[in-house]
């Protein structure tokens, strides 16, 4: 093994402990009552926990089964104290032993090392810190399970093993139909006869809990929250947010789960035979969350295992599935989607459609697949020869590529990045002092600068009614609309320009936070005996700067640099350096034209939050520049520099508003492959070339598998 493989792996390692440390001292550094809260149902006077009553009497937050209850008796004897530093730590353990089994599961090759990649992915998912903050034992399922499956010797241990998770979690009875189907028989009788034995024998012990739980509750319907909370990730949770209440919605939730169960369990089957045993298991575990009639939020790492199923024939595809199972897992609903009505019923149920989705539906490849090792690689492209030569150019990571990026994965990272954006930027929030001496500082700038003509355009536009409706409008609506609006146009007909375009935006927008954080701004409209009107959000107390609901959703004191200018100008630079016709150029200006007024007039922004957002976007296009060299791409084909396919190039040789620019190459690639080979003259003949003829490529054939 090579040092720096070593090397790697030890640093992934450090991760993974730093993050478990987190998540321990996370839970201990809360006072006692605010942490472990569903064990509640143990602590008595004085913090000693004992077992008085019912589980599941009044004010118990207790929901696991009888048989958990009888386990979780010898407690009585430990103090609260103890119990708390005892079981998170006994916690980290089994969390790292799920990651090391899992990860030594892994069919085919894996690039990185997977057991402290798939422990740090342990650490952050929601399943496992809602387990840490509650004191839940529903780790403990999926570990016997995965040791049961993975690790006993002998069907008779194997099939003990999972019958006692069974015991512990009843939808684990799920995995005694694929132990049956995939052979081993042996383990599917014994589990299921350990499962009934420990619930007979807690039945046994605690009779009237065992009757609550499994006769009135059916097995745990109604405990702790009610079903149809959001915590419910289940097909039954789901039908009765929708309203499915009453026998027709059992009905219904009875059929749609015997669908589930009978797909799922065929695939599951179907890649335990192809020797994807890790994958056969997350399979049924997601199976098991979408049928049972309580799936809450610590229940849910059987999807998280989902990821050692690979989905996609190219390489660009191949990452798709596992972010969009990482975000689901350790992102809430309201990240990942917009606040929009339209979208509450996907947001409010996206684990339980990420289990669904992984049951029955995402087309996990076979070992057999000639892609399962190799799939089909990525084109790459170079940029053309830089002007300025003694700068720098293209960090080694940084490839450029020409096709386009993968949709959904697009659509998410944008997503998130957003919201991530948001939550930087409402947390760089400072006290109204501050803010308020720096637009005072501002304000004193600008005015040695004779460039404090804010009073002047707000009171100008206050007289002329439809001029000020068309501002506000203005500033509340394009924000967001054009740069979007452009990122789709180049998505669609350029996609290198999209990337480009892409990287320089995102690299302005993280230099903006910089300001938020460390220059809080107050715009003129909040500023106090200036005498500016607010036109868009109408008379404000500035003693008490705030609106309500709104300071809770953003940061009112985020001006420095101005966004609202900065994107409205990378959209005009963006449509002049793209756009094909003058009048588009021309165009394009009217955007940063309008907002400027718009932020001027509506006392929104200062005229130097202005230029602040200029320089936010001057460096984003520079970093993109230095780090992935100049925009216009390459065409030639050449050994070390990438392919480039007939389809790619259709945007590069057709009269395309935006194109990506064609030149001849000399000397070395800069990706230290050979030159490129200059593009040959076309040929004399009667006929000149058409608009769309370029110089003939060779046809790329299909790679057999290597």
């Not at 790697?8 to 809360?30: G, I, M």
């Not at 939808?171 to 007979?200: H, I």
């Not at 009757?211 to 509750?217: D, E, F, I, M, S």
């Amino acid at each position: 093994m090579s040092t720096g493989v070593v090397a790697a792996r030890a640093l992934l390692w450090v991760v993974a402990a730093v993050l478990a440390v987190r998540q321990a001292a996370a839970v201990l550094d809360k006072p006692a009552g605010s942490r472990l809260i569903d064990l509640e149902t143990w602590t008595g006077p004085g913090g000693v926990l004992h077992v008085t009553g019912s589980l599941y009497g009044h004010g118990s937050t207790f929901t696991g089964t009888p048989f958990a209850g009888l386990v979780l008796k010898p407690l009585a004897r430990s103090a609260e104290q103890a119990l708390g530093v005892t079981w998170t730590l006994g916690t980290l353990l089994l969390v790292a032993a799920v990651g090391v089994i899992a990860a030594r599961a892994l069919p085919g090759r894996i690039p990185v090392p997977a057991a402290p990649v798939a422990v740090s992915l342990l650490m952050v998912s929601l399943p496992v810190r809602n387990s840490f903050h509650l004191g839940q034992t529903s780790i403990i399922p999926v570990l016997l399970v995965l040791l049961g499956c993975f690790v006993a010797r002998g069907e008779p241990f194997a099939g003990l093993l999972v019958g006692l998770g069974a015991a512990l979690q009843p939808a684990v009875v799920l995995f005694v139909p694929l132990l049956w189907l995939t052979g081993r028989r042996k383990a599917a009788v014994t589990s299921l006869a350990a499962f009934a034995g420990f619930s007979a024998l807690a039945w046994g012990v605690l009779p009237a809990d065992s009757r609550t739980y499994w006769v009135h509750h059916l097995a745990g319907v109604g405990l702790g929250e009610p079903a149809a909370g959001l915590a419910n990730q289940s097909l039954h949770g789901a039908l009765l947010r929708f309203g499915a209440h009453g026998p027709w919605g059992i009905a219904l939730a009875a059929v749609l789960a015997a669908a589930v169960i009978l797909t799922g369990l065929r695939r599951a089957v179907r890649y335990a035979k192809d020797g994807q045993l890790l994958l056969a298991v997350a399979v049924t575990g997601c199976v098991a969350v979408a049928v049972s009639p309580t799936a809450w939020q610590y229940q849910l790492m059987w999807i998280l295992l989902a990821l050692a199923g690979r989905v996609g024939q190219r390489a660009r595809d191949r990452l798709v599935w596992p972010v969009v199972v990482v975000l689901v897992m350790t992102l809430p609903g309201t990240v990942l989607l917009p606040n929009m009505d339209t979208l509450e019923p996907v947001r409010d149920n996206v684990p339980l459609l990420a289990a669904l989705a992984a049951a029955c539906v995402v087309p996990f490849l076979s070992r057999t697949s000639p892609y399962f090792d190799r799939p089909v690689p990525t084109d790459y492209a170079q940029s053309v020869p830089a002007r300025f030569r003694r700068v720098p150019l293209a960090a080694p990571v940084w490839r450029r590529l020409v096709g386009r990026p993968n949709l959904v994965l697009e659509l998410l990272v944008i997503r998130v990045g957003y919201s991530a954006y948001s939550w930087i930027r409402l947390a760089a929030a400072a006290d109204p002092a501050t803010a308020r001496a720096h637009g005072r500082e501002v304000h004193s700038l600008e005015r040695a600068l004779h460039i404090d003509i804010e009073h002047w355009a707000n009171h100008a536009v206050m007289h002329v009614g439809w001029f000020r409706d068309f501002l506000d409008f203005y500033y509340e609506t394009f924000h967001f609309a054009f740069p979007l609006g452009i990122l789709a146009v180049l998505y669609w007909r350029s996609p290198a320009n999209y990337r480009w375009a892409r990287s320089s935006l995102s690299f302005a927008t993280l230099l903006a936070l910089v300001g938020f954080w460390f220059f809080p701004l107050a715009p003129p409209r909040l500023m106090p005996g200036l005498g500016f009107i607010d036109t868009v959000h109408g008379p404000q107390d500035l003693a008490h700067p705030s609106y309500g609901a709104m300071t809770a959703l953003t940061n009112q004191y985020a001006a420095m640099p101005s966004l609202h200018f900065g994107w409205s100008l990378w959209c005009g630079v963006t449509v002049i350096m793209l756009a094909p016709k003058l009048w588009m150029k021309l165009v394009a200006l009217l955007d940063p034209l309008f907002t400027l007024s718009a932020i001027i007039a509506t006392a929104n922004h200062w005229v130097l939050d202005a230029f602040g957002g200029a320089a936010v976007v001057a460096a984003g296009f520079a970093l993109t520049y230095l780090l992935g060299g100049p925009r216009r791409l390459l065409t030639g084909i050449g050994e070390g520099v990438g392919r480039i396919s007939g389809r790619d190039l259709t945007a590069v040789l057709a009269p395309d508003p935006f194109p990506v620019t064609s030149v001849p190459s000399t000397g070395r690639s800069r990706a230290g492959g050979p030159a490129l080979p200059d593009r040959p003259a076309p040929a004399e003949g009667p006929e000149p070339p058409g608009p769309c003829d370029g110089p003939d490529l060779p046809e790329r054939s299909p790679s057999p598998p290597r």
